[in-house]
Structure formats: structure tokens, C-alpha cells
């Protein structure tokens, strides 16, 4: 199976967890059956990238990297890569690059998805500025496992999952929802005081 096969089997079978994540649930889905390259960062004006918010043990932190280009606070992702064969691989991989953590156990079905404008990844394309089509999973980092900051960052720091640093609604939306599949998931996270 390819990346493009994998992904598009993904998300026509993965249940969104609100009326807003199924319209771009849809979207995404319409963009891979039209798109065969729908994956690839050369896909304008939008391509689905692979991110990962990665938790402590206890559920009660979150590593968040300081993205050079954008100087705010975000989980860790980025673009496919042609070698990648899954999407949560993907997201797995970036994760383990841009954080230096081995040993993360990933989550293999989306917690959320989020489109957004990139304005640094090709201001100049047709039609604007690049679309991020990003798939976001959710991975649990062993207790006492040491991080790194990578090229792509300023800083890569645990946060407080009731504290985030740039607590925009999209990155709150991503912790409560990883929240609640834990709790579902019966792995005791403690009740969220974030908005």
C-alpha cells in the first residue's frame, strides 16, 4: 500500500469526534481522491502533512517545540517524506527527529485535523500562501526520557497541559481532545482546567 493509499484509507474510515472535524475529515478526503500527489509538499496550494502532540505518563504535560520560522509554541510535525509508508509513520517520525525522544508509543488513529495558511512555506505559490492539511495523532513519551531541540526549532520544553505557553484555540482544541481519548481509553488524565 502506498502513503496516498494509506492515508486516504485513514480518513475515509476514521470517525471524527464533532460536526467541525467531519467537514474536514470530508475535505481532506475529497482533496487525496483528487489529488494523487495530495501528500507532497510540492501539491499546491495545500498538501496533508503528519503531526504528533506528545504526552507524558501521567497525561498532565505536553512537549511543545518553538517553531523557528513561525516563533510560536506547536506539537511537533511537519511534511511526508517520500520514504514514508503510513501517515501516523509519519507523524512518528517527525516526532522522534524534531524531539529526540526514542521509545514513543503513538496513538495510529487522528485525534484532530486542522487546515491552516503557512505563510513561510512558499508565500509565493499560485494562489497563495500554502495550506497545511494537518493530520495530528497523539503518542505517550516513556517517564524520564530526555529531549533534544532540533534545527527546525529555537526550543522544545514540557508544558503544563493547563498552562500551555501560546495557547491558541487550535493547539487547546488538540490537548482536550487527546485528553478526552485518554480518559476514554481508561488512562486516568486528570480533568482539564484550560478553557
Do not use: I
Not at 67 to 94: I, M, N, S, V, Y
Not at 109 to 122: N, R, Y
Not at 128 to 146: I, K
Amino acid at each position: 500500500m502506498t502513503l496516498h493509499a494509506d492515508a486516504l484509507a485513514l480518513l475515509e474510515g476514521w470517525r471524527a469526534p464533532n460536526d467541525g472535524q467531519e467537514a474536514l475529515r470530508r475535505r481532506y478526503v475529497d482533496h487525496l481522491r483528487s489529488h494523487p500527489d495530495g501528500l507532497s509538499r510540492g501539491c499546491r496550494p495545500g498538501h496533508v502533512t503528519a503531526s504528533t502532540l506528545v504526552v507524558n505518563e501521567a497525561g498532565d504535560a505536553v512537549l511543545l517545540t518553538l517553531h523557528a520560522k513561525a516563533g510560536q509554541w506547536f506539537q511537533l510535525g511537519g511534511h511526508c517524506e517520500p520514504a514514508d509508508e503510513t501517515l501516523a509513520g509519519a507523524a512518528l517520525r517527525e516526532a522522534a527527529e524534531e524531539s529526540g525522544l526514542g521509545g514513543l508509543a503513538l496513538d495510529p488513529e487522528p485525534v484532530q485535523l486542522s487546515e491552516h495558511a503557512v505563510p513561510f512555506c512558499g508565500p509565493d505559490a499560485p494562489g497563495g500562501p500554502v495550506h497545511h492539511l494537518d493530520v495530528r495523532f497523539l503518542a505517550v513519551a516513556p517517564d524520564g526520557a530526555g529531549h533534544a531541540v532540533s534545527e527546525e526549532s529555537l526550543d522544545v520544553r514540557w508544558w503544563p497541559a493547563d498552562a500551555l505557553p501560546d495557547p491558541q484555540d487550535d493547539l487547546v482544541e488538540l490537548v482536550a481532545l487527546s485528553r478526552a481519548r485518554r480518559r476514554a481509553a481508561g488512562r486516568g488524565v486528570p480533568p482539564s482546567t484550560s478553557r
